[in-house]
């Protein structure tokens, strides 16, 4: 809650009552499991002429943009209209909400987001405007925390489902080589493994998906410059990512160059990568997505990194699985701390 309330305050403005309320005065535990599906969100507002006129338009150009780091065009989300008169019971389970209601006697717009308030997992933002006018303004300097909390709702949503299948060898093995813990599905399995490097595979009839974790001492923040991610990320995959006949193998698929950008992710600064891959000398391709960032107890940076593989079918719920799990990425020494603190 309390990263929550920190990026709703850096992008908000200042005159916005913001409340950021995480289901602390209930029994969250009562609640029956949310529905909808993967990267889906119900969107209500005031009526179908809102939803058909401008509010409508900006709401879906936002929430429906392109995924970045695809090979083909895929939305952000899948968005469901529900008019506020017809936003029952039934709807209230969806996992992702996102409400817009007008109301004239607030003098100022009023924001509020709850986890599980209905169902479980599930996050609720909800906007109160004075008037459809100022909508826009409040829309556009919160837009992007209203999707980042949906995007973490994702991803604790798929962790969730992991949590009861994961691999617990593989999660033993991370644990005792390399001094980390991650939610591995039992659908994976270890490829590879050195001392600074290892690769987890998933390998079903129609698609694949990896995960790489590799490690190399760190001295300075030039580890985080841009040409150098990308020519050490071509250097792991030549060496340890063959292609399917000699001499091939994975590198970045540089005719669309990957977008870059610096995050907090869990504490930590990182870089977060988000690209294509292709193989030398093969025809094979799809998404990557990758995280950066440094162990400071042990003067390591660290990467980690999952691609999928899935051609001429959608990719975005397969690399959105791989991000969560790649959230789930923990050093031992951050576990420690969390539970001394419990």
Known sequence: MKNMQILFGKLAMASFLIFALAGC??????????TGKTNE???VTPGEAYWNGKMGQVIKQYFGQEVPGLPQSEEMF???HIPEDNFSKLFKTHHNIFIVEINPDYKKPFLETKADLWAKPQRVVKMVVPAEKDFYDAFAKNKEAFAELFNENERHRAN??????QDFDI???LRDKYQVTMVVPKSFYVATKADDFVWMRREAELFSQAIMIWYQ???DTSAFDYNRLL??????TRKYIPGPSDGTYMKIAMQEPPLARRIDFKGHFAVEMRGLWDVEGDFMGGPFLSYTFVDEPNSRLVTIDGYAYNPSHEKRNLVRQLEAMLYTYQFNSDRNNEQKAE
């Open 78 to 80: 899948d968005i469901a």
């Open 171 to 173: 999660t033993g093995m």
């Open 25 to 34: 005065d209930f029994d969250s535990s009562a609640l029956q499991p949310s």
């Open 160 to 165: 969730t489902a992991f949590a009861t299948i």
């Open 231 to 236: 020519a050490v990320r071509d250097s792991i």
């Open 41 to 43: 969100m119900v969107v």
């Open 217 to 219: 001492p760190y001295s």
